[in-house]
């Protein structure tokens, strides 16, 4: 089944692309994209079971007899408590360093496959836990499964979609975060009045995402991109043809073989990373995931529970007020869906961090003008109302901005010798500030009290200059010439990379490299050559004192690929 006829818009070769938007494709994103259940259901799940009393007299009992004497802002202050929140996050920033060895190496399909099978794992350590440390190494093994599988997602749905609905499609895995999120809530607001073990059924429900994960990788293929890098010439052609719905896929083909070429050029991905023509990927994929978290978000999506406790809600209201954001959360992020490929990244990541920053301010205003620096006293309905308004206003500035493109912007501006790699920066410090997040909130709120709000606005305030100046705008560019034609072109970043040269002299001894070849029907092959008969066939550029791949991105024009056919 087949969509619309791609239209092109952003310039390059992007205009010879052929193919529809697939139901294949479609149908690949969604399954894909369940790796964000994961991610949401372990945000969304824990504010929820630390409300539970039943959870709390099992592991907290001391810190349940305190908070009844505690103040509004420090009754939950509590460095274990945290710790049961945040160490998943902590695994899993280190555990997306290793996915990303694991997506060069054995594929993105393999990637996920291996997080859906931690997550299972370390559901059944966590619900059934009868002590703390359980509950502690069952939230590590869960994050090596979060770890893998928000490493290889993000950059499985870049590669599969087709390039002018690339944002959409990777936005289902920000909608699938969004949706893990909101039935976690909805999960804990039935199972608070099951007693003993309703915190239980919330935490072995986690297994569900992560079955879904596991079997449909089971069945889903790898990226044509990942296929070809790995040597399977013929299987990545052919998903290729699948996912595009027409035979004929030269000119994609093409882009992705000139890609894979210059990646083989590549002994250490790491070290390629940090050089100067890799700077705005590297700085992108850290600052992104940064200010996506310390705008806040996770402070609120942990532990709504909390925060509305501690404004004078009762736990059953609290937790209706969650699911009401948590249903806000999934709303908008189905926006972000429908706008993000129209309006481009850029102009959402201004608009929502405006609205992010407004929303903030109130909100601090709010608690300040009723509770004051004592975090005695409760919150006039009206102000409370108010209050839980421009959270919801809030969350959805996020849903439709830094939420999703988060995830796409840095996963889409790597070059394919940079990718894994960067793909694992971005991944690595999105979880490690997610864990200083979840960590640290409680104790903030306790010690920042209402201002705890005014300095996460002001970091928004910091990203919002960010986005205007430093961020490209990448809607409508296929993935692979995004480096030459929208980052090498930004005003700022094109000063930093000038002067590099692209990868292209560095191609190790044994090295081979992938040509194209027509049989004697015209249909297109892919074949593996060494460096001298790719000499012979004028694939390659002997200019330098060793052989490199033939690459428009260096050489300044495309090579001449009837040259490599037969």
Not at 179 to 195: K, M, R, S, V
Not at 266 to 284: D, F, G, K, M, S
């Amino acid at each position: 089944m087949a969509g619309g006829a791609i239209k092109v818009e952003g310039g390059g070769r992007s205009h010879l692309y052929t193919g529809h938007t697939t139901f294949a494709v479609v149908m690949i994103a969604i399954v894909a994209a369940s790796g964000g259940l994961l991610f949401g259901y372990d945000n969304g799940i824990t504010g929820g079971v630390i409300s539970m009393r039943n959870f709390a007299e099992l592991f907290f009992p001391e810190e349940l007899a305190q908070h009844a004497n505690s103040n509004g802002y420090c009754m939950f202050n509590d460095q274990i408590l945290q710790l049961f929140t945040s160490s998943l996050f902590l695994a899993g920033a280190f555990a997306a360093l290793v996915g990303m060895v694991l997506c060069k190496k054995m594929g993105r399909r393999f990637t996920m496959i291996m997080g859906g099978l931690c997550f299972i794992i370390g559901t059944i350590l966590v619900a059934s836990a009868f002590h703390i440390a359980q509950l502690v190494i069952g939230r590590l093994v869960l994050g090596v499964g979060v770890g893998l599988a928000t490493q290889a997602t993000p950059l499985y749905l870049s590669e599969m979609a087709p390039y002018n609905m690339r944002g959409a499609l990777n936005i289902l895995f920000q909608l699938a975060v969004t949706i893990g999120i909101f039935a976690a809530q909805l999960i804990n607001y039935g199972t608070q009045h099951i007693y003993p073990w309703g915190w239980r059924l919330s935490l072995a429900l986690a297994g569900v995402p992560g079955l879904m994960l596991f079997l449909g990788a089971l069945v889903l293929p790898d990226t044509p991109n990942s296929l070809i890098e790995r040597g399977k010439l013929e299987q990545g052609e052919k998903v290729l043809q699948r996912i595009r719905g027409v035979e004929d896929v030269t000119v994609e083909l093409e882009d992705i073989v000139d890609a894979v070429n210059v990646s083989r050029t590549i002994v250490n991905p790491w070290a390629t990373i940090l050089r100067r023509r890799y700077r705005p990927q590297l700085v992108i994929s850290i600052l992104i995931p940064t200010f996506q978290q310390w705008v806040g978000i996770n402070a609120i999506i942990f532990y709504a529970p909390q925060l509305f406790q501690t404004t004078g809600s009762g736990a059953n209201a609290a937790l209706l007020n969650t699911v009401i954001i948590g249903a806000v959360n999934v709303a908008c992020t189905v926006v972000a869906i429908l706008v993000v490929d129209r309006f481009g990244r850029k102009f959402l990541l201004i608009e929502g961090g405006i609205q992010l920053v407004i929303c903030e301010f109130i909100v601090g205003a709010l608690i300040a003008s009723s509770l004051g620096t004592s975090g005695v006293g409760t919150i006039e309905t009206p102000k409370a109302n108010a209050m839980i308004a421009f959270i919801c206003i809030y969350i959805a500035g996020f849903a439709w901005s830094w939420g999703p493109l988060g995830w796409l912007v840095p996963s889409e501006i790597q070059p394919l010798e940079t990718r894994a790699a960067g793909t694992g920066v971005n991944t690595f410090c999105n979880l490690l500030m997610t864990f200083v997040v979840g960590q640290t909130f409680l104790s903030m709120l306790c010690a920042m009290k209402f201002g705890v709000f005014f300095f996460f606005g002001g970091i928004g305030l910091i990203a919002i200059l960010f986005a205007i100046f430093f961020i490209p705008e990448t809607k409508n560019v296929p993935i692979e010439e995004i480096e030459e034609l929208v980052v090498h072109r930004h005003w700022f970043w094109r000063r930093v990379v000038a002067g590099t040269k692209a990868p292209v002299n560095a191609l190790r001894s044994g090295s081979s490299i992938v040509q194209i070849q027509r049989d004697a029907a015209g249909r297109s092959r892919l074949s593996m050559v060494n460096p001298e008969q790719a000499k012979q066939l004028g694939a390659l550029d002997m200019t330098g004192d060793t052989a490199a791949p033939r690459s428009y991105s260096a050489m300044g024009q495309r090579p001449d690929v009837e040259q490599l056919r037969h």
